[in-house]
């Protein structure tokens, strides 16, 4: 009867153990296969002069400098060198670059290239692909004159998205340049949260 017993409580151990581990790496395998939200690095905009942008989205914008204005060489002998040829392929010779935050430390990387210094960017909202991005000020009214004291471009009268009910607006804006961007007075969950668009 001991010897029935011992041998029942060892089938049960090793039964058990072989279910844990079971049990773990299927759990394991769920956690791989199910996606999360990432969060968002750094836009990049180019410009046909990057001193005039960074004065623009410093002094207007508030963004903040992480790199000072400097010259790319298409070469092979940096790590740097050999991304941007495998970016912008070769035979452009140099470009300036610029690093920028915002305040939520999303980053803001500004191009200038000899090649685009005369060919100004369209808005082609229909057009797969990126035509804007966004950011937010309690302030809209006051934001959008800076941009247009700066030489920016308001492109259509401040609007409620729900009028008389909750205080977010938008507008669309142009940096002196002619780069669509957006501004909204308040976060883009509070926006578009439950009851949107009723």
Known sequence: MN????????????????YAQTVKKADYSKNIEKPYPRTFSHIGIT???????????????????????????????????QMCIDVFGTG?????????????????ELFEFPQSKDLKPTFE??????????IQDPDIEGLVKKIVAA?????????????????????YVEDPFGNVFEVYSHSYELNYSAGAYN
């Open 47 to 81: 410009v046909p002069d990057i001193e005039k942008a960074v004065k623009f989205y410093t002094e207007v914008l508030g963004f903040y400098i992480i790199m000072e204005p400097t010259v790319i060489k298409e070469e092979n002998e940096t790590a740097i060198g």
């Open 151 to 171: 030489g920016g471009k308001q492109r259509m009268p401040i609007r409620e998205y729900y009028p008389g009910e909750k205080p977010y607006r938008m507008c």
């Open 3 to 18: 010897k029935f017993l011992k041998m029942t409580f060892c089938v049960f151990m090793i039964s058990t153990i072989g």
């Open 92 to 108: 452009w010779k140099t470009f300036n670059i610029a690093h920028l935050s915002t305040g939520d430390r999303i980053g803001v």
């Open 125 to 134: 909202p229909f057009k797969t692909g990126l035509f804007h991005f966004a």
